[in-house]
């Protein structure tokens, strides 16, 4: 049983190698590398930090609208009417930063 078990084992590993070339080494160490893998995630994270300052670099626009209406009335000494107080504010404002530590260039 054992040396049947021996032969099975021998001959599946013989149908399930394959033949391996320098050039094929190699090209399977540059894509299963560690190092190799460290680098493109280094690469990526470095290309992220360089869109990163440059979206900082871009001026931001805001714009901000309020409407208000209350119930405070406004009595003049000559008449008696009252008018109610309402208003309508708004803003835009466009703010660019100057220098953030070299992180922009």
Known sequence: MKKLLGLLI???TAAFSRELTLESAIDLALENGKTIKSAEF?????NL????AFKAALPTVTY???YQMSEHT???MND???????GYTQTL???QPLFRGGAIT
């Open 80 to 86: 008696m009417n009252s008018d109610e107080k309402t």
């Open 64 to 66: 901000n609208g309020q």
């Open 42 to 46: 280094s690469k990526e994270n470095a």
């Open 74 to 76: 406004k009595r003049s």
């Open 93 to 95: 404002g466009v703010s």
């Open 10 to 12: 021998l001959f599946s």
């Open 49 to 52: 930090n360089v869109k990163r």
